[in-house]
């Protein structure tokens, strides 16, 4: 998948709503093949537990995480 299709689809996710962040890091993103884990480490390295992450560390999900945290206010750190 090319990048640019890859951040539309990624904007997409964002825009209809596909993301659930369920908390300690973790978001649910609902893509077009089933729903998908991407975890977020302590570092704040994000990875994905679908095939195209495992392929090419990098994944439409992963960068609908980082378009969803960057749209949000941020949480004050408690
Ligand atoms: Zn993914």
Known sequence: MPLDVMVEKAFRL???????????????????HGTYTVQMSPIGRLTCNCQGFSRRKMCSHVAA??????????????
């Open 65 to 78: 995480v980082i378009i969803y945290r960057d749209l949000k206010p941020s949480k004050p750190i408690s």
């Open 14 to 32: 964002v825009r209809d709503g596909k993301i659930e962040e369920i908390g300690e890091g973790r978001f649910n993103v609902v893509g077009d």
